[in-house]
């Protein structure tokens, strides 16, 4: 299968700099994976040349690299474990990786231009420009390719009558069991694109690099969450440290499930895995209804989320910044989660951490937020390709 992916590298030459484009198999989460721990963004594009809210995605990308501070793992003393166990000071939104001491001055030196918003815009539109004009040339060169069939469909299977049967209600490709229905599917005419920026020990320099691929968004008007997993720490900084991190919660998580939610000891649910969680529940006074969410100092605000509040402000539709607390789940009005990807994706069916499901009531509200939001959206996108 040809590579449909694509790679952006932002390389120094001289003085100046210029991006190095190329094709990669890799997903987002693999490119991550692959470099050193670091400042992380997610975006999506609107009709391929425009870019949802890409200046408020820069500056969270310059807020989190001012968060994060890189040492040498191999030349710095890991905190110990008295320091792990205090209490999170939300005054103190660092992040060291786990290492102690002071950030290397060669370090600071050169991150210095990518913690600072006016240098990063200039220098994250140079890069995702590039690689979104080379990652559709790539995607149009393959349709091109790929639109005369080159394999020929396969052999119809000889079975008996019995087995036949059993065909028909366990389809088979290729001999094996179909695989349980995906929960997204990809558009090739939008794509995700990452950033990442981070340091390079081994160089001595930083990396700023975007990834492009399809963008995948969901296949059912209502989804599935899982309630599994604690909060992480340092929520408001975009880590990449956070895609290892998650990795085994998602490994865990049903075919079917699109998310899984963040839930603290007293079950105050915070966050999804790359997601905003929401509820809905009665009024005061049992009139109307209100949307309640974590507060922001728990949580990473995502664009969308960012796009909900709007929305709350202009409709007057009480917006508060607690905790949905699972003990309160059987009065919740409805649920949803929002992401670049998802936009607002109201939820149908929680699974408890006892691994019972609960079904969330069809909320006319969140279909409110979703149709508004997504109207909302289009007036946030900026032009990035003519």
């Known amino acids: 299968m040809l590579p449909r992916n694509v790679l952006a590298i932002r390389s120094l030459v001289g003085s100046s700099s210029e991006v190095i484009c190329k094709a990669t198999s890799k997903n987002s989460n693999s490119f991550l994976l692959e470099y050193p721990p670091g400042a992380y963004t997610g975006m999506r594009t609107i009709d391929q040349k425009g870019v949802l809210d890409f200046s408020g995605h820069v500056v969270r990308l310059a807020n989190s690299l001012q968060q994060i ?108 069991l179909h695989k349980p229905a995906p929960t997204t599917r990809s558009i090739l005419d939008e794509a995700k694109i990452t950033l990442l920026c981070t340091w390079d020990f081994t160089t001595g320099s930083p990396t700023f690099l975007a990834h492009f691929e399809p963008l995948k968004v969901p296949m059912t008007r209502r989804c599935k969450v899982e309630i599994h997993g604690s909060p992480r720490d340092h929520a408001t900084a975009k880590d990449s440290q956070w895609v290892r991190d998650r990795g085994l919660i998602e490994k865990s998580l049903d075919p079917d499930t699109n998310e899984a939610l963040l839930m603290d000891d007293s079950q105050n649910v915070y966050e999804g895995l790359s997601s905003n969680f929401f509820a809905v529940v009665d009024g005061t006074n049992g009139r109307g209804t209100t949307v309640i969410t974590a507060p922001l100092e728990y949580v990473l605000q995502g664009t969308i989320h960012r796009a909900v509040q709007a929305i709350c402000k202009q409709e007057n539709i009480p917006l508060v910044y607690r905790f949905p607390n699972l003990k309160e789940a059987d009065q919740w009005r409805g649920a949803f989660i929002s992401s670049t990807s998802r936009l607002v994706l109201p939820i149908e069916t929680m699974v408890m951490p006892d691994g019972t499901h609960k079904l969330l009531p069809d909320s006319p509200l969140v279909e409110q937020l979703r149709a508004a939001v997504a109207e909302e959206c289009k007036r946030r996108v900026e032009l990035v390709l003519d």
Request: hydrophobic share 25%; no cysteine.
């Open 69 to 176: 501070h890189f040492h040498d793992p191999h030349n710095s003393n890991i905190i110990g474990s008295k320091n792990e166990n205090q209490p999170r000071d939300l005054h103190d939104q660092t992040n060291n990786h786990g290492y102690e001491g002071a950030e290397p001055s060669l370090v600071q030196q050169g991150l210095a231009p990518f913690r600072n918003v006016e240098t990063l815009m200039q220098e994250a539109r140079q890069l995702v420009r590039s690689g979104l004009s080379h990652y559709f040339q790539l995607l149009h060169q393959q349709e091109h390719l790929l639109s005369t069939p080159h394999t020929p469909p396969p052999e119809p299977l000889n079975l008996p009558p019995a087995d036949q049967e059993k065909q028909k209600q366990h389809p088979r490709v290729n001999g094996s």
